[in-house]
């Protein structure tokens, strides 16, 4: 008869465990599909919020709906779940003190939603297409935001939520505060690092803060600031009929 390792049974028994976990956790959001977009842990540690899209499953309709879902880490239940029309959500973003998410979306808001009291606070004007990127300062006073769309990255006052800075860069999909908060990274094609207050026209040639030549659609900063990892998208050349496979790169932004 044929045995199996401790290790093995071990395994199975885990794998048993997180699909009926995933299985409940699935149903409880109902029969129709949503397609997660985005995911975001708080910084407390205690709840996961995922946005996305639930698609309008109606034969005569063209109207999918944004979904924004907040989880208990611990056990997995859902405590906020919010459903709104006319396109989806593609990122998220918690605040500094685990109170506040920004969303933003396909209607080219920016949404900020007290977790705590389960209400949207404001709704943030200004793009002029899907919101692909947003990222808070380390104490909260601040937001970015930025859209391939309409080529923008905006900065955004948290105390009065009006604009306080903004740029033209081309396709920005991801944006990042530096740690110390006195930059912002800018992924497109290419990497750009910017002072905070975005004034790369002063007296600089916008060629300065250009760091890394590639389509880079994931970025993180290292804790101390002076590198940065980056997700750069595979691409084929038709003229040069060849193929660049996507990878992972770490620049050192001193050298």
């Given amino acids: ?13 885990c794998f048993i465990i997180v699909v009926r976990i995933d299985a409940q956790d699935t149903s409880s959001l ?13 910084p ?8 996305g899209i639930k698609p309008d499953t109606n034969p005569d309709g063209n109207t999918d709906e944004g979904a924004i879902l907040i989880f208990d ?17 593609q990122s998220v973003a918690w605040s500094p003190d685990s109170r506040y998410i920004a969303v933003g979306g396909e209607d080219q808001t920016v949404k900020i939603i007290d977790v705590k009291l389960g209400t949207i606070v404001t709704t943030l004007l200004g793009h002029r297409g899907t919101i ?25 006052d948290t105390k009065t939520y009006k604009p306080i800075h903004k740029t033209e860069t081309g396709d920005p999909w991801v944006i990042s ?15 750009r ?12 040639d916008p060629d300065t803060f250009q760091y890394y030549l590639a389509s880079i659609l994931g970025m993180a900063w290292s804790h ?32």
């Avoid at 997700?231 to 040069?240: F, L, N, P, Y």
């Fill in 30 to 42: 109902g029969e129709n599909p949503i397609y997660i977009s985005a995911v975001a842990w708080s």
């Fill in 193 to 204: 690092i910017y002072p905070a207050d975005l004034d790369i026209y002063n007296n600089h």
């Fill in 177 to 191: 505060f530096s740690p110390d908060d006195n930059n912002i990274a800018v992924g497109s094609f290419g990497l």
């Fill in 73 to 89: 880490a611990n056990t997995g239940s859902v405590n906020y779940q919010s459903q709104t029309q006319w396109g989806g959500y």
């Fill in 44 to 51: 407390d540690g205690n709840h996961i919020a995922a946005v």
């Fill in 224 to 255: 101390n600031g002076e590198e940065i990892a980056i997700g750069i998208q595979g691409a084929r050349d038709v003229q040069s009929n060849t193929t660049s496979n996507a990878s992972i790169a770490v620049v050192n932004l001193s050298s």
């Fill in 132 to 156: 692909t990127s947003l990222d808070w300062n380390s104490t909260g006073t601040q937001l970015i935001s930025a859209s391939p769309v309409d080529q923008q990255v905006m900065v955004w």
């Fill in 1 to 13: 008869m044929m045995t199996i390792p401790r290790i093995g049974i071990i395994l199975w028994i």
